[in-house]
């Protein structure tokens, strides 16, 4: 059986203060849960009754059997998950200032295994034959990533519902040899954007994708990028969705007391591979997705914070969350 969505990327353990509004060197504990962006989208999904799978690898170590566990725990099939000797499991740390400062450091040194995915290892049929495939930009920093994930695109030509998660994280491209100029970045982006239908992303991702941050303007480049719905979030003044059919939306966020929002955007993210997949439109999928980031932004952690439909309802037909 086919899987609803397979997303390919980030992987790793979030280690998140148990102290909200205290600098890092003074936090004195910690939760540990799983992370990375991919992970917690198919995680999201998952929540929402989908059948998720992830493409990624950790390393060989604890923190990696954790991974392995935490996946299999939240119904996430965990097959595509392996090891590469020699590389540590990646660790995050935040600091948590609410409502909307909320620094990360990524440990992912010397490389992070999940940038180290071959695409000689891909089930490209099982890539094909998924309801909706979710990449991410952080694929695209390094070798052997960015040639699988681009061959990945390439070979699903399109077939599905095919995001492009924009992800623009600068600080995970400084091992690259070549040059993070905006305009050395976007030539693989627009690689990536001719592969498919839908591209996601805040105001300073789309401007990396595009070269433009008003977002009509960007979410316009994006189509004539070649995606089918451009994505646009633009924080406290919601999200902006527009479709080259015409059905497009522009969406004010759910209020919300923030506590954490660094997972809203991949609670975000998986409600709106679900919201796909169940043929909604494109003003009902937003709304559907800003409920779910908005109760995770509610929450401390990110995966194990994502929302089930139950909770979603609840939130639209309230209008807020509690």
Request: hydrophobic residues 45%.
């Amino acid at each position: 059986m086919a899987y609803d969505l397979i997303t390919m990327g980030r992987i790793g353990v979030d280690l998140y203060p148990l102290q909200t509004g205290v600098p890092l060197a003074r936090v004195s504990s910690f939760g540990k849960f799983l992370g990375g962006s991919a992970t917690n989208v198919a995680v999201a999904a998952a929540r929402l009754g989908r059948r998720t799978a992830v493409i990624t690898r950790t390393g060989d170590d604890p923190f990696g059997t954790y991974l392995h566990e935490a996946l299999r725990g939240f119904g996430v099939d965990d097959r595509w998950v392996t090891p590469v000797p020699g590389l540590p499991t990646p660790v995050t740390f935040c600091e948590i200032f609410p409502p909307d400062d909320f620094p990360l450091y990524f440990y992912r040194q010397p490389k992070a295994p999940d940038l180290e995915i071959e695409a000689g290892d891909l089930d490209f049929d099982a890539i094909r034959e998924a309801g909706v495939f979710w990449v991410t930009g952080t694929g695209l920093s390094e070798e052997p990533s960015r040639t699988a994930t681009l061959a990945a695109l390439a070979d699903r030509a399109r077939s599905a519902a095919t995001v492009f998660d924009l992800d623009w994280r600068p600080m995970l491209w400084k091992n690259t040899s070549w040059s993070r100029t905006p305009a050395a970045v976007r030539v693989f982006y627009a690689e990536a954007l001719r592969h498919a239908t839908v591209a996601v992303g805040n105001l300073d991702e789309v401007e990396i994708a595009t070269g433009l941050r008003e977002p009509h303007a960007a979410a316009r480049a994006l189509l004539d990028a070649g995606v089918e719905l451009a994505v646009v979030k633009q924080g406290p003044k919601g999200v902006l969705a527009v479709s080259r059919d015409g059905d497009s939306a522009e969406v004010p966020p759910l209020p919300v007391t923030v506590l954490n929002g660094l997972g809203a955007g991949d609670a975000f993210g998986g409600a709106l591979c679900h919201g796909l997949l169940a043929g909604w439109g494109v003003e009902k999928i937003m709304r559907y997705a800003n409920a779910a980031g908005a109760i995770v932004a509610s929450r401390l952690e990110c995966s194990s914070a994502m929302p089930t439909a139950d909770e979603v309802a609840a939130a639209l037909e309230t209008g807020a969350v509690r």
